[in-house]
């Protein structure tokens, strides 16, 4: 269960992406969707003022020790440097160790390889850093044009705003669709975008309710359980297959079909958590066709079933 938040910074931290983490994990809004979590700002030493990139100063209320009791360690980006503080390598190892959640934001990647944790695991940074990560750590996988990448317990992920996406990940793997798509409408962002997107994408929102990749995105919204063809879907928004597809990944960052396969899964988990409906019948209304189907996908997915799902993230009691 996440609790207790960790977030362990360096001089010359980067302000926002550290804000990006209060936002997330800190703030208190009082929505009995969202919990409340332990959430606590360390150092090496307590008590002694780091430097921003910004160039405020701010002040660590925990030192280290805090790792111990945390279920994610949330690492902020800060300013390239050849040293880390060798107290921070070190606990970050024996959190790894222990199978602890761990969470960077853009160049906190840095850090992160500097403990050893990309050695051989799949991993993000922002794209401009992407050949500095690359060479300073050449066993590590590290993927070019993604918002985030997990590996175990390891999610790393690109910029500010791919930060975000990482985050809520995490709410959602945890705490379940209802948690993250409340907490993104607090915050007024898209609730869900894949880690296998583009980290930039040229139009990220369709302009209006009369473009066709708006009308599209909404057609198949509400037609989950229909089995789309790239062509029927270009004809739709009356454009050629080739543009369409364009089009589609210049506006969404993927393709029609995985745009689709994730709404698909969106849907079946809201069901799982707010109803009672059998499987079958939310595998039917979700698209999947069947429970065998969405069993499978779950597996490759999540690592779980449906049923374990329902039981770990169901918000009303499942019937007698």
């Given at each position: 269960?996440?609790?207790?938040?960790?977030?362990?910074?360096?001089?010359?931290?980067?302000?926002?992406?550290f804000?990006?983490?209060?936002?997330?994990?800190?703030?208190?809004?009082?929505d009995?969707?969202?919990?409340?979590?332990?959430?606590?700002?360390?150092?090496?030493?307590?008590?002694?003022?780091?430097?921003?990139?910004?160039?405020?100063?701010?002040?660590p209320?925990?030192?280290?020790?805090?790792?111990?009791?945390?279920?994610?360690?949330?690492?902020?980006?800060?300013?390239?440097?050849?040293?880390?503080?060798?107290?921070?390598?070190?606990?970050l190892?024996?959190?790894?160790?222990?199978?602890?959640t761990i969470?960077?934001?853009?160049?906190?990647?840095?850090?992160?390889?500097?403990?050893?944790?990309?050695?051989?695991?799949?991993?993000?940074?922002?794209?401009?850093?992407?050949?500095?990560?690359?060479?300073?750590?050449?066993?590590?996988?590290?993927?070019?044009?993604?918002?985030?990448v997990?590996?175990g317990?390891?999610?790393?992920?690109?910029?500010?705003a791919?930060?975000?996406?990482?985050?809520?990940?995490i709410?959602?793997?945890?705490?379940?669709?209802?948690?993250?798509?409340?907490?993104?409408?607090?915050?007024?962002?898209?609730?869900?975008?894949?880690?296998?997107?583009?980290?930039?994408?040229?139009?990220?929102?369709?302009?209006?309710?009369?473009?066709?990749?708006?009308?599209?995105?909404?057609?198949?919204?509400?037609?989950?359980?229909?089995?789309?063809?790239?062509?029927?879907?270009?004809?739709?928004?009356?454009?050629?297959r080739?543009?369409?597809?364009?089009?589609?990944?210049?506006?969404?960052?993927?393709?029609?079909?995985?745009?689709?396969?994730?709404?698909?899964?969106l849907?079946?988990?809201?069901?799982l958590?707010?109803?009672?409906?059998?499987?079958?019948?939310?595998?039917?209304?979700?698209?999947?066709?069947s429970?065998?189907?969405?069993?499978?996908?779950?597996?490759?997915?999540?690592?779980?079933?449906?049923?374990?799902?329902?039981?770990?993230?169901?918000?009303?009691?499942?019937?007698?």
């Amino acid at each position: 269960m996440l609790n207790a938040i960790a977030v362990p910074i360096v001089d010359q931290l980067a302000v926002f992406e550290f804000g990006v983490i209060c936002e997330v994990f800190g703030g208190r809004r009082n929505d009995p969707d969202i919990p409340d979590f332990q959430f606590r700002v360390c150092g090496v030493e307590a008590g002694v003022p780091l430097t921003t990139a910004a160039g405020p100063q701010i002040t660590p209320e925990f030192d280290l020790s805090i790792f111990d009791d945390a279920d994610l360690i949330a690492v902020p980006a800060a300013s390239l440097r050849t040293n880390y503080p060798p107290e921070l390598l070190a606990a970050l190892r024996r959190a790894d160790a222990e199978g602890k959640t761990i969470l960077s934001i853009c160049s906190g990647a840095f850090i992160l390889g500097a403990a050893g944790l990309l050695d051989g695991r799949d991993c993000a940074t922002h794209w401009k850093y992407i050949h500095e990560l690359r060479a300073r750590h050449p066993s590590a996988r590290v993927h070019e044009d993604v918002l985030y990448v997990e590996d175990g317990n390891l999610i790393t992920s690109a910029g500010t705003a791919a930060g975000v996406d990482a985050s809520l990940h995490i709410i959602r793997k945890e705490l379940g669709t209802v948690a993250a798509n409340t907490l993104a409408r607090h915050m007024v962002v898209a609730p869900v975008r894949d880690g296998d997107q583009r980290q930039y994408i040229e139009r990220p929102v369709p302009r209006d309710t009369k473009d066709g990749i708006a009308r599209v995105l909404e057609y198949m919204g509400s037609n989950l359980s229909t089995d789309f063809s790239i062509t029927e879907l270009a004809d739709h928004t009356h454009m050629s297959r080739r543009s369409f597809t364009r089009r589609f990944a210049q506006e969404t960052g993927t393709t029609p079909m995985k745009w689709l396969a994730g709404q698909r899964m969106l849907a079946s988990r809201r069901l799982l958590e707010t109803t009672s409906l059998d499987l079958e019948s939310i595998a039917r209304d979700s698209g999947f066709g069947s429970a065998s189907s969405m069993r499978k996908r779950y597996r490759d997915q999540l690592g779980t079933t449906p049923t374990l799902y329902r039981r770990d993230h169901q918000r009303i009691q499942p019937p007698a």
